[in-house]
C-alpha cells in the first residue's frame, strides 16, 4: 500500500531512470551506431557514456541548489517571464518526445505482436493505458516499476546469453577505420539517449535527499552504458556491420533468429517484445506525466492532485494526433527525430548547464543576484539561437504453412506470401520451417535480390527458417505425402537433431539477409535431392558474397564445417582404405605470406582422432596418418579453390582482425582473394586408439 507522500527512494529513481533510458535507446542506437561508426560504435557507446557522466555533474549543482520543484527553481532563477518561456519549451520537448515513444511503440507492437490489428486502435490502447497510470502519480509509478524491474529485466539478459552462442568475433574488426565525424555523430547518437538523465531534475523533489539523486543518475548512466556495450556487441558479432545498418529494431529481429526445435516456439521475439512494452510504457508515461505537470504549473495550478490530473486528457489527446500523424506522414516523423536531435537534445541540456554555470558564479561572486542576471542573460541567448486499416483473423480462419516452393522466377510474388494462398484462410508464415528454392530460380540474381526484399517485408516470416537448394522443389514437397510428415519438417529434425553438423551452420533466411548487405561469407546451402522415396543432402551449393557461385561435392563442404569448428564428428576415408575419425577439434585459422610472395591461409588442426576399423592399422602409424590427412585436405582445398574459386576456410571475414592491410585490399576487389590465396593444412592429432 502507498504512503501517498510522492516521496520515493533513490533506488526506485534509478530503476525508473533505467527504464526511461533503455527503451527508446535499445531499439533504435544499435542500428545508428552501425551505419555512423561501424565496429567503432562501441567506443562511441563508452564516449557517449562519459559525457553524460560528466552532465551529471551539472545536474548535481543545479540539484543542491535547488530548493522545492525544478519548475519553481526555474522561475526563481530566470524570473517570471523567461521562466515560463523555458518551461514552454519543456513541455513541447516532453509532448514530441511522447508522440515519437508512442508511435515507436505503436510500430514495434504491430510488427512483432499485433500484426493484423490497426495502427489508431493500438495507439489508443497504449494512451488509454499510459493515462490510466498517471493517476497513480509519481509514488505509484515507482512503487510498480520496482516491482517489475528484474522481472523485465532478468529474461532480457537471459536473452543476451543465449545470443552469445551466435556471436561471431571476426564481425568486431576491423576498428578505427572510420572517420572522426562519423565517430563523433555516433557518441552523440549515444549521449542523446542519455540525456534523459535530465529528468533528475523534475523528480527531485520527490526525493528526501538529493546525494541519493545523483547516486542513483550516475548508477542507472553506467548500468544502462554496460547493457548498450554488451547489446551492441552481440548484434554486430551475430549480423554484421552493413546489415546490422540497414536493420529495424535489431534487437527485437536478434531473437528471432534463436533456433528453437519444435512445432511452434518459432518467434520467440514476439516473447521478448515484452521487455521494450515494459520499458517504452515507461518512457511514454514519464514524458506525459511530466509534460503535463509542466503545463500546469505554466498556468499556475498546484502540480498534481485529484482536481487537476484532468489537465493529462488534452496532452493525451494532442499525443494521440501527434503520433497518428507521424504514421500517415514519414517526414513529420523525420521532422520530430531532427527536432529532438537539433534542438531538443541541446535545450534541455543547456538549460542545467546555463544553471549549473550562474550558481557557480554567484557562489564565487557573493552575489545571487548577479547570479540570477547571468542565468537570464544566457538563457535568453540560447532561446534565440534557434531561431536564426483491418479485422484481426482468429487461429481458425489463419493457415500456417511451415515450408514453401520458390520455383517461378517471375511470378514468384503471386505464387506465394499471399493471404488468398490458404484458400478461405489466411496465410501466418510465422511458424515456416523451409524454404526449398530451385536452382534456377537461385541463379538469376535479380530475381533472388527482389526475393529476399520481398521475404525480409513479410515481418510474419522467422529469420531461422532454414534454406536448401533442389533442382525440382515441387517434387521434394511432394515427398512428404509418401512420407507422412512434411519434407521441410523431416529435414529440419535431420539439421537440428540427427546429423553432425552443428545445427546453427545450416544456412537460414536470416544469413542470406545478412549477406545480401554485408558480403564476407561463404556459406554452403544443402543440396536436396530424392533417395528412398525421402529427401536427403546429397551435396552443397555455394553463396558466396551474397551471390550464387554453383555446386560443390559434400566432402569439400565437409571439410569446411570441420574447419570452422562446426562439427562434434568428422569420418574422412584416406586413399589407402583407413577410415579415420577426427572429433574434440579447435582448429586455428590465420594468415601469411611467403618468402615467394605467395599469400596463404593457414590451418592449425587440434583434434583427438581414432581409427575405424583398425584391425591391421600399425600402432607406429601415428605420424603416417597425420600425414595422409594433411594431404587429403590441402588437396582439397586446393582444388576448391581452383575449380570453385571457393575458401573452405571461410576466412575473408577474418581479414579485418588479423591483417588490415589485406583487409583493406580485398575490400576494393573481394573477388581476388580466392584467385591470390593458397590454403595449408597443419594436422595435429592425439590418437586415442593408436
Known amino acids: 500500500m502507498f504512503s501517498e507522500n510522492e516521496k520515493i527512494s ?74 515560463k518561456a523555458v518551461i514552454l519549451g519543456y513541455i513541447v520537448y516532453f509532448i514530441l518526445l511522447a508522440a515519437f515513444t508512442a508511435h515507436l511503440f505503436a510500430t514495434v507492437i504491430l510488427k512483432h505482436l499485433l500484426r493484423e490489428e490497426t495502427f489508431l486502435l493500438v495507439l489508443f490502447l497504449i ?31 537471459l536473452m543476451l546469453f543465449s545470443a552469445l552462442w551466435d556471436v561471431r568475433a571476426d564481425y568486431w574488426t576491423p576498428v578505427f577505420t572510420g572517420s572522426w565525424q562519423k565517430a563523433a555523430e555516433g557518441s552523440y547518437a549515444v549521449f542523446v539517449s542519455f540525456s534523459k538523465i535530465f529528468l533528475l531534475l523534475f523528480a527531485g523533489k520527490h526525493v528526501v535527499h538529493k546525494r541519493n539523486l545523483i547516486r542513483a543518475g550516475k548508477y542507472a548512466v553506467v548500468f544502462c552504458g554496460v547493457i548498450h556495450a554488451v547489446l551492441f556487441l552481440i548484434l554486430i558479432g551475430i549480423f554484421g556491420n552493413r546489415a546490422l545498418a540497414a536493420m529495424d529494431f535489431p534487437a527485437v ?50 502540480e498534481w492532485t485529484i482536481k487537476t490530473r484532468k489537465i493529462a486528457l488534452p496532452v493525451l489527446i494532442l499525443i494521440f494526433g501527434l503520433a497518428y500523424l507521424f504514421y500517415r506522414d514519414a517526414s513529420y516523423q523525420l521532422a520530430c527525430e531532427k527536432y529532438i536531435w537539433y534542438i531538443g537534445t541541446p535545450f534541455i541540456v543547456l538549460i542545467p548547464l546555463v544553471l549549473a554555470a550562474a550558481t557557480l558564479f554567484s557562489k564565487k561572486a557573493g552575489s545571487g543576484g548577479r547570479g540570477k542576471k547571468v542565468s537570464m542573460l544566457l538563457c535568453l541567448c540560447l532561446l534565440v539561437l534557434p531561431l536564426s486499416g483491418c479485422n484481426t483473423a482468429e487461429l481458425e480462419d489463419k493457415n500456417f504453412p511451415i515450408e514453401i516452393a520458390v520455383t517461378d522466377t517471375e511470378h514468384f510474388g503471386a505464387a506465394f506470401l499471399n493471404e488468398e494462398s490458404g484458400g478461405n ?6 511458424h515456416l520451417k523451409m524454404i526449398f528454392l ?18 525480409e517485408s513479410k515481418l510474419d516470416v522467422p529469420r531461422n527458417t532454414y534454406v536448401v537448394v533442389t533442382e525440382d522443389a515441387e517434387r521434394i514437397m511432394e515427398l512428404g505425402e509418401q512420407m507422412g510428415e512434411a519434407a521441410g519438417t523431416y ?26 548487405e554485408n558480403r564476407m561469407e561463404t556459406l554452403f546451402i544443402p543440396y536436396i535431392t530424392e533417395l528412398d522415396h525421402k529427401p536427403v543432402v546429397d551435396h552443397y551449393y555455394v553463396w558466396k558474397r551474397g551471390k550464387a557461385a554453383g555446386e560443390l561435392k559434400n566432402e569439400t563442404a565437409l571439410l569446411s564445417f570441420f574447419t570452422e569448428n562446426e562439427m562434434d564428428s568428422y569420418v574422412v576415408a584416406l586413399e ?74 571461410d576466412s575473408f571475414k577474418r581479414l579485418g582482425a588479423e591483417n588490415r592491410k589485406w583487409y583493406f585490399e580485398y575490400q576494393k576487389k573481394a573477388d581476388a582473394f580466392e584467385k591470390e590465396m593458397h590454403t595449408e593444412y597443419r594436422v595435429h592429432v592425439t590418437w586415442v586408439n593408436l
Not at 137 to 157: K, N, Q
Not at 425 to 430: E, G, M, N, R, V
Request: aromatic residues 12%; hydrophobic residues 45%; contains cysteine.
Open 253 to 302: 529481429t536478434m531473437m528471432s533468429t534463436v533456433q528453437v526445435t519444435g512445432g511452434f516456439l518459432k518467434r520467440t521475439d514476439a516473447l521478448m517484445s515484452g521487455v521494450w512494452f515494459f520499458t517504452l510504457y515507461a518512457l511514454l508515461s514519464s514524458a506525459i506525466y511530466y509534460g503535463s505537470v509542466s503545463l500546469l504549473h505554466l498556468f499556475g495550478k498546484p
Open 425 to 430: 484462410k489466411l496465410a501466418d508464415y510465422s
Open 576 to 649: 589407402k582404405g583407413e577410415h579415420v575419425r577426427l572429433f574434440g577439434a579447435h582448429n586455428e585459422i590465420s594468415f601469411a605470406q611467403s618468402e615467394d610472395g605467395r599469400r596463404k591461409i593457414i590451418v592449425d588442426v587440434f583434434c583427438n582422432g581414432e581409427v575405424l576399423y583398425n584391425e591391421d592399422v600399425r600402432e607406429d602409424a601415428a605420424s603416417d596418418l597425420e600425414a595422409a590427412l594433411t594431404e587429403y585436405m590441402n588437396e582439397t582445398a586446393a582444388k576448391a579453390l581452383l575449380e570453385y574459386r571457393v575458401d573452405v576456410t
Open 10 to 83: 533513490g533506488r526506485q529513481i534509478f530503476r525508473l531512470l533505467t527504464f526511461d533510458i533503455l527503451g527508446l535507446s535499445t531499439l533504435v542506437i544499435p542500428q545508428i551506431l552501425a551505419e555512423f561508426a561501424g565496429t567503432d560504435g562501441i567506443f562511441c557507446i563508452a564516449a557517449g557514456v562519459l559525457l553524460a557522466v560528466l552532465y551529471l555533474k551539472a545536474l548535481g549543482t543545479v540539484a543542491v541548489d535547488m530548493q522545492g520543484s525544478y519548475l519553481s527553481y526555474l522561475e526563481q532563477k530566470l524570473g517570471k517571464f523567461l521562466g
Open 491 to 516: 529435414l529440419e529434425e535431420s539439421f537440428e537433431n540427427v546429423t553432425e553438423i552443428n545445427k546453427k551452420s545450416y544456412p537460414t533466411l536470416g544469413m542470406l539477409y545478412q549477406e545480401k
Open 127 to 157: 494512451l488509454l493505458l499510459s493515462g490510466y497510470g498517471l493517476y497513480s502519480g509519481m509514488e505509484g509509478r515507482a512503487r510498480v516499476y520496482e516491482i517489475l524491474f528484474w522481472l523485465v529485466l532478468i529474461p532480457f539478459f
Open 438 to 455: 530451385e536452382q534456377k530460380f537461385m541463379e538469376d540474381e535479380k530475381a533472388m535480390e527482389a526475393f529476399l526484399e520481398l521475404m
